[in-house]
Structure formats: C-alpha cells, structure tokens
C-alpha cells in the first residue's frame, strides 16, 4: 500500500515539473514583438504602436493613443484627426477633422507592417479641449 502511493506521488512530480519545463521553454522560444512608443511634449498623449496577433493580409500591427490628462478633462476632449507618417509620408490618416469622443480604443492604424530599420514613424494628433485646438506630434522610438 505504502509503495503505491510512493509511485503515485513520483509520477505526480514528474509531471509538475514537466508542465514547468514546458512553460519556461515556451516562453524562451515565443517570438517577442518589439513596440513602438512615444510621448507628447504636453505629456497628456502616449502613442503606441504595436503587434496585435492578428493577420489581414500579412500586415498585423496597430496603433492607439492613450489619453494620460484627468478624467474631468477627458469628458471635454475631442480628437479631431489623426496621422501616421514614415519617412515624411503619411500613410494612413485623417485629412478633414472628425470630431470624436476619446475613448480607450481611439486609434491612428489598423493593420500595418512595423517600420522597417531606419524608418522614424510619427503620429500627429490634432484635439480640441474646452474649445481650443491643439495639435501634437509624437516621435515614436523602437522599444523591445
């Protein structure tokens, strides 16, 4: 009776740490995606670009802004348009204003490739608050 157990709580150790070694291997082996982040110089803006999981049509990166001013000025923010430019070429954005609450998905592309070595990406945000206009651009930098 006694070596059953034995043998039972042997082969529930080997297991555990199967699972164990199989988790640290996975996650050497994942692939990581670097990101790309900026900052507006008003510090209310971050700018993220980064890989999203999904594929349309081999092109799986996406950009969002992040809205880091108070609650009660966000009630009063409206994204006007967005811009995503590389290399002194806009690639994807907004060239009449549409006015839109800020909100967590407020986004400057969806579905691009990531830049490729020595591409400097931007995204100009243009934001009105309390009736004011305001525009920012956001250098984005390479981070792992």
Same mark, same amino acid.
């Given at each position: 009776m006694?070596?059953? +157990?034995?043998i039972i709580? $042997?082969i529930?150790?080997?297991v555990? $740490?199967?699972?164990i070694?199989? %988790? ?5 082996e994942?692939?990581s995606?670097p990101? +790309?982040v900026?900052h507006?110089k008003?510090?209310k803006w971050?700018a993220?670009?980064s890989y999203?999981?999904?594929k /349309?049509?081999d092109?799986?990166?996406s950009?969002?802004?992040?809205w ?15 811009q995503?430019w $590389?290399?002194?070429k806009?690639? %994807? ?7 839109e609450r800020v909100s ?6 969806e /579905?691009?490739?990531a830049p490729?070595?020595g591409e400097?990406p931007k995204?100009i945000?243009?934001w ?8 920012e651009?956001?250098p984005?930098?390479?981070q792992k």
């Amino acid at each position: 009776m006694k070596k059953s +157990w034995a043998i039972i709580g $042997i082969i529930a150790a080997v297991v555990v $740490i199967g699972i164990i070694v199989g %988790v640290v291997v996975y996650e050497k082996e994942k692939p990581s995606y670097p990101k +790309w982040v900026g900052h507006s110089k008003s510090g209310k803006w971050t700018a993220v670009l980064s890989y999203n999981g999904e594929k /349309y049509e081999d092109v799986n990166y996406s950009g969002d802004f992040i809205w880091n001013g108070s609650k009660k000025e966000k009630k009063k923010v409206y994204v006007l348009k967005s811009q995503y430019w $590389i290399g002194g070429k806009m690639e %994807v954005g907004d060239k009449t204003e549409v006015k839109e609450r800020v909100s967590p998905d407020t986004g400057f592309v969806e /579905y691009t490739d990531a830049p490729k070595k020595g591409e400097h990406p931007k995204v100009i945000i243009y934001w009105e608050e309390n009736n004011k206009v305001h525009k920012e651009v956001i250098p984005l930098k390479k981070q792992k």
